[in-house]
């Protein structure tokens, strides 16, 4: 979504500097975000402006005409900030715009709510306004690295763009005091603006550092989704030489009863998976009525519902399996399990957990009837 302000608004973004101190071998505003470069985000929130000015370094020319494909006005930017700022000014000069915002290319996270809380304070009578957060930790001053002092933080404000004006009052501020200034409002003050304070926000952050990058990914991603699920499975005992655990054949002297493969530890796991996902389980999916999943082998539905969590843009944090028996030992073919379940699930081994337990001689895996199996799985999306 993105803000529609009244008929005479137009934004000016600024993205002329060179933003050094960010690295990289582009200016940062010309870096990657997720999928597309830190501008092209801070555009977007400005989508629903009649008018948008895009001030930008002349080298940069060809790279606003190819992001914006013919969208906004593409301005070239002057010696400082206040030059640029000033040239975007003068593009709307004579024209029906009657306020203005001016926000910085390298916050690409500015939110509707903090464009919105501008455009109101202008639109009803303001004839400056910018947001702002109150400063809240302890102030120091420093040499040589120490504490030389301290000051009230009373009254402080940490200042963010938009930073909106009437356009003919800023306009005749530039004018008025060429000299650059740390900030729009900084030079409509000098010409006697009074200026409103609006909300700002923690994470209308500006780019400046190369840390800075990690933390806009963060908030990009939003809220973490994490599932858990978990996954309970019984098999009997039957006729056979062998039992299938976790995808590992077992030399052992009965075999277990199931429509598949019987392998218990891996129906669990993949219960896990559907219940996370709030899929059912592997009947849903492969019922049993179905012939053609007679003897299959479970990695079959294992992969399925692997799958199926990365559609869904999860990824595995961790599965824990417990397998409950007298009997085989599963201690000795307890690496093999994990590497089996990695593979067949593309995850790394490192991730999955096979143990087991008895039940003390107690029940039916005490008599020595069956198995069971117990399993976890953690789901992330970022």
């Known amino acids: 979504m993105s803000v529609t302000p009244p008929t005479g608004f137009a934004a000016i973004i600024t993205a002329a500097g060179r933003g050094s101190r960010a690295g990289g071998d582009r200016p940062k505003q010309w ?37 914006t494909c013919g969208s906004v006005t593409i301005v070239t930017g002057g010696d400082s900030r206040a030059a640029s700022v000033r040239a975007a000014l003068e593009s709307l000069e004579h024209s029906d715009i009657t306020h203005v915002l001016i926000h910085d290319g390298a916050r690409p996270l500015v939110s509707d709510e903090v464009i919105s809380g501008v455009v109101m304070a202008l639109s009803t009578g303001a ?33 963010q763009t938009p930073q909106g004006f009437a ?29 409103a304070i609006t909300p700002g926000d923690e994470n209308n952050l500006k780019i400046t550092y190369p840390a800075d990058f990690a933390r806009a990914e963060r908030l990009l991603r939003g809220h973490m989704d ?10 009997a005992f039957g006729p056979g030489d062998h039992v299938w655990l976790c995808g590992v054949q077992i030399p052992h ?31 849903r999916h492969f019922p049993p009525s179905d012939p053609q999943w007679k003897g299959a082998d479970s990695a079959i539905f294992l992969r399925h519902a ?37 593979a067949i699930m593309d995850i790394d081994a490192s991730r999955i957990s096979v143990k087991a ?15 069971a199996a117990i399993a976890t799985i953690a789901l992330i999306k970022e």
Request: with cysteine.
């Open 31 to 67: 870096c990657q975000l997720g999928d597309r470069p830190v501008l092209a985000h801070t555009l977007a929130a400005f989508s629903g402006f009649e008018r948008v000015v895009l001030v930008v370094h002349p080298d940069d020319m060809a790279r606003a005409i190819a992001l």
């Open 127 to 159: 004839e400056a306004a910018a947001p702002a957060v109150p400063v809240t930790d302890a102030l120091w001053r420093g040499e040589n690295q120490r504490v030389c002092g301290t000051a009230s933080r009373e009254g402080l404000y940490r200042a």
């Open 167 to 195: 356009l003919e009052a800023i306009l005749q501020a530039h004018r008025n005091h060429p000299q650059d200034a740390a900030d729009d409002v900084e030079l409509a003050r000098r010409s006697g603006i009074e200026v």
């Open 226 to 235: 994490i599932r858990l699920g978990n996954g309970y499975d019984v098999h």
């Open 253 to 283: 002297d009965a075999g277990l009863v199931g429509h598949s493969d019987a392998d218990v530890g891996m129906h669990a796991l993949t219960d896990a998976i559907y219940g996370a996902l709030a899929e059912g389980d592997i009947g």
């Open 306 to 342: 692997a799958e199926l969590a990365r559609k869904r843009g999860f990824a595995f944090g961790n599965a824990d399996i417990t397998l409950i028996c007298e009997a085989p030992k599963i201690g000795p073919h307890a690496g093999a399990m994990q590497d089996r379940l990695a």
């Open 357 to 371: 337990t008895t039940s003390e001689r107690l029940g039916f895996t005490g008599r020595r009837e069956g198995i």
